[in-house]
């Protein structure tokens, strides 16, 4: 796919974003509310997400970093999923809301939520910001989800074609048009 020369459609507006992000927030913060909480968040995807949602959040919590990494085609996940950097956490008494930026297939936040698993935290949760019902391949629904979307490649707000346009501020898909 040759990014550059196709026509981008705008799926969430940086205004939806923002508003959607709030609305999360408030939840979490409610659901979370006396809580030992801790936001695991996988790189490099979740992000600005991250950023964003936590600083919406009225709760004590603190923050973790993870990298996941699949294996196989860039644009989609191959089924086996490795961690080149895991959380050095102590996760007794902890719950953990993993946040990542899209579940795709679902692989990945699967494996990730069974590795926490092991760790024994007190809870485990999902929160992603983008979801893509229709390209399932393993029985994973996260708890919190910003946009349910159809099946496209998007781009943008943390996501990446090729690594470049994590830093551009909305969620596009990229079309077949040329432009
Ligand atoms: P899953 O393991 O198939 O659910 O894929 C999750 C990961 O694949 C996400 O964390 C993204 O890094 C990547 N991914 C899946 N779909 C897209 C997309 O449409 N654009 C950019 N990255 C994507
Ligand atoms: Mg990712």
Redesign the pocket.
């Known amino acids: 796919m040759d990014i550059e020369s196709k026509v981008w459609e705008v799926l969430c507006s940086e205004e939806e974003i923002k508003d959607r992000i709030s609305e999360l927030a408030e939840e979490i913060s409610k659901a979370y509310e006396g809580k030992n909480l801790l936001v695991v968040s996988?790189l490099?995807?979740?992000f600005i997400f991250t950023a964003d949602l936590v600083r919406k959040m009225s709760i004590p919590l603190k923050v973790a970093f993870m990298i996941?990494s699949?294996y196989g085609h860039s644009?989609?996940?191959s089924g086996s999923?490795s961690v080149s950097m895991d959380i050095q956490d102590n996760l007794e008494g902890v719950d953990v809301l993993v946040v990542?930026?899209?579940?795709?297939?679902?692989?990945?936040?699967?494996?990730v939520t069974e590795h926490i698993m092991k760790k024994s935290p007190a809870s485990i949760k999902s929160c992603?910001l983008?979801d893509?019902p229709d390209?399932?391949?393993v029985d994973?629904e996260a708890d919190y989800i910003g946009f349910s979307i159809e099946d496209?490649?998007?781009?943008g707000y943390g996501?990446?074609?090729g690594d470049y346009y994590r830093n551009i501020p909305y969620v596009f898909?990229v079309t077949n048009e040329d432009r």
Do not use: H, P
């Open positions: 996988l490099k995807g979740s996941t699949s644009e989609t996940s999923v990542d930026d899209i579940t795709d297939s679902g692989i990945t936040m699967k494996y992603v983008l893509k390209r399932r391949q994973l496209k490649f998007v781009v996501l990446n074609y898909a």
